[in-house]
């Protein structure tokens, strides 16, 4: 990895390359390279996590990709996330969806953020697996509820916890405090767009119709075609996250880890987000 082993160097390489390897584009590495330049932090480990979350190795083939040990990789490794942790927290704010004009359905429903969770996977537990294991995914993970901006992806909301892959979507909401008009403070006819896990909440959520499409009116379905787009949205920024492999091999450690792991990746993402804004088609 001596070819990023500088400012310089990075610069020089082919974003591509560098994407390939490393998640995120030169450019948005090295914003938050110097975002974090007063800890003193030094670039080839900073590539070792971003490495890392992007692969996902064994610790065996991380310490060859580097040339350094074992012990050596993962205190570097463990000291990143710990600094990005404590860089990360609290900079996902619900507030910034404001920071865009709202979709205006039938002249009056505000939408600035549309909605899912998400699903990832860990290794089987060995204590109460029954309730990781999500049937839809047939495999064991965790969930996060997330939101985003519907004008470029921006993340602005993420569950403060982690959820069991058995809970259902709507579930989710309505433990994790979106809609108890407590922490996301809705404007008055502001609704969140969403799919059809959340209808259940017509206060809160604007869902599609449910049954097969041919089946729906023709407003209805001149509705949908309109939101359809905006709900891509959030389907391309859980595309864009999962490019790291972290987020889809099964986790091997700790379940918080791979928590701390989720959140640090959330923020990055807002990083290059703002570099590569994603657009409605």
């Not at 599609?208 to 001149?222: A, F, H, I, V």
């Amino acid at each position: 990895m001596d070819m990023f082993n500088s400012l310089e160097k990075i610069l020089k390489s082919s974003d591509r390359e560098f994407r390939s390897l490393f998640w995120i584009d030169k450019i948005s590495f090295i914003k938050l390279y110097e975002l974090l330049n007063n800890d003193q932090i030094k670039i080839s480990h900073l590539l070792i996590f971003f490495y890392f979350i992007k692969n996902y190795p064994t610790m065996d083939n991380l310490s060859f990709q580097f040339q350094i040990s074992q012990k050596t990789a993962k205190k570097r490794l463990d000291y990143i996330r710990g600094i990005l942790l404590d860089f990360s927290k609290d900079k996902i704010k619900d507030t910034d969806r404001f920071n865009q004009q709202p979709l205006i359905i039938d002249n009056k429903i505000k939408i600035y953020t549309v909605l899912d969770t998400s699903l990832f996977p860990i290794r089987r537990p060995t204590h109460f697996e029954e309730i990781y294991y999500s049937t839809k995914h047939k495999k064991h993970g965790i969930k996060y509820e997330v939101g985003c901006r519907i004008s470029d992806g921006k993340i602005i909301w993420v569950s403060e916890d982690y959820y069991c892959g058995t809970e259902h979507d709507l579930e989710i909401s309505r433990k994790s405090g979106l809609i108890s008009n407590e922490i996301y403070k809705f404007e008055e006819n502001e609704k969140i767009l969403a799919d059809k896990g959340y209808i259940g909440e017509s206060l809160f959520f604007l869902c599609p119709e449910k049954g097969d499409r041919e089946n729906l009116s023709k407003y209805q379905k001149e509705y949908e075609s309109i939101i359809l787009p905006y709900r891509q949205i959030i389907e391309n920024v859980f595309s864009r996250l999962k490019a790291c492999k972290i987020l889809v091999n099964s986790f091997r450690g700790d379940i918080d880890d791979l928590s701390e792991y989720i959140k640090i990746i959330f923020y990055i993402f807002n990083i290059w987000i703002e570099n590569n804004p994603m657009r409605i088609i």
